[in-house]
């Protein structure tokens, strides 16, 4: 046979004081309409973007070598890792 495991919350006066910052309720990340997450707190468009574009950041196979001018006028050549 294997463990069995009690689990029972035990609440008092001293840990509900300190998980009351956490409460989504009150604290309306939970919108109290239709119980959904609150719109404030959601990723706008252009967040979403910038994240997608962060993710996907870095070499892709067919990426081509840049070039720019340094203060000679010559170009450099930079190839991808």
Same mark, same amino acid.
């Given at each position: 046979? =294997?463990? @069995?495991?009690?689990?029972?919350?035990? #609440?008092? %006066?001293?840990?509900?004081?300190?998980?009351? %910052?956490?409460? *989504?309720? %009150?604290?309306?990340? @939970?919108?109290?309409?239709?119980?959904?997450?609150?719109?404030?707190?959601?990723?706008? %468009?252009?967040?979403? @973007?910038?994240?997608?574009?962060?993710?996907?950041? =870095?070499?892709?196979?067919?990426?081509?070598? #840049?070039?720019? *001018?340094? #203060?000679? =006028?010559?170009? @450099?050549?930079?190839? *991808?890792?």
């Amino acid at each position: 046979m =294997g463990d @069995i495991l009690n689990i029972i919350g035990i #609440e008092t %006066k001293e840990i509900a004081y300190i998980f009351r %910052k956490y409460n *989504p309720i %009150k604290r309306f990340i @939970i919108d109290r309409d239709n119980s959904m997450l609150n719109e404030y707190f959601s990723i706008i %468009k252009g967040q979403l @973007i910038d994240l997608y574009h962060f993710a996907t950041l =870095g070499e892709m196979e067919n990426d081509e070598p #840049e070039t720019w *001018p340094d #203060e000679n =006028g010559n170009y @450099i050549l930079t190839t *991808p890792l």
